[in-house]
């Protein structure tokens, strides 16, 4: 589940008395439909997990999602426009990925947080097996490589010169996509296989190859 900001009404100025109010029964209304939005979100994402444990993704339509989670259509479409922006939008481990300490190369190579990313995902396992060679776990592959594929070009890009030619540009940018789709491509064939190696080996392993796209890329 995402984390959902509240917006709360500005506080007016009363013209009149010279004094300040707040507009306080939009402010109820607002916090109170978005609780709401809460709550229906969470429902619809626990839903879709429950049928795709009990069918598989690919089997899983948009009708038996609302009949699980108890609500309309229109309110499915209030919220996604498909099942599938319903699987990635409730994805809630993007900030951990790449919110990282400065300065710390060697446990976050490439700006990504790779012990997070399998520790996280292996608390999913069942989830990740009812995913497994479906449409759904070629959607979060593409999903979740191209989150770590702009993370680590961020980083590789401040190792370019002010006079770096297109071609090194674009270079930088395929050593990106390289490392991401290796790194993604290694987590997911981990999940299918029950994880069965040590996370701390996977996580060591990841590591060493994203650390040898930046040293690469130095070169």
Not at 128 to 145: C, D, V
Not at 169 to 197: C, N, P
Not at 205 to 218: D, G, K, P, T, W
């Amino acid at each position: 589940m995402r984390i959902v900001l509240l917006t709360y009404p500005q506080i007016v100025v009363n013209v009149r008395y010279g004094t300040k109010r707040e507009k306080n029964s939009e402010m109820k209304a607002g916090i109170k439909n978005d609780r709401r939005t809460q709550k229906t979100k969470k429902l619809l994402a626990t839903a879709l997990v429950e049928l795709i444990i009990e069918k598989g993704y690919d089997a899983v339509t948009i009708q038996d999602i609302i009949d699980r989670a108890n609500v309309g259509r229109s309110t499915f479409y209030s919220h996604y426009e498909s099942k599938e922006q319903l699987l990635v939008g409730n994805i809630n481990f993007q900030q951990s990925l790449i919110d990282l300490p400065a300065g710390d190369p060697e446990n976050f190579p490439c700006g990504v947080n790779v012990s997070y990313l399998f520790q996280h995902t292996k608390q999913h396992l069942h989830l990740a097996k009812a995913l497994a060679r479906t449409k759904g776990i070629e959607l979060l592959s593409s999903y979740f490589a191209e989150l770590c594929a702009a993370q680590i070009y961020d980083q590789l890009k401040k190792r370019l010169s002010a006079r770096a030619s297109r071609a090194e540009q674009q270079m930088t940018r395929y050593k990106a996509e390289a490392s991401a789709g290796a790194l993604i491509r290694m987590l997911f064939k981990w999940l299918a296989d029950g994880a069965t190696v040590p996370a701390e080996k996977m996580i060591e392993y990841a590591n060493n190859v994203l650390i040898n796209c930046f040293e690469a890329s130095i070169g």
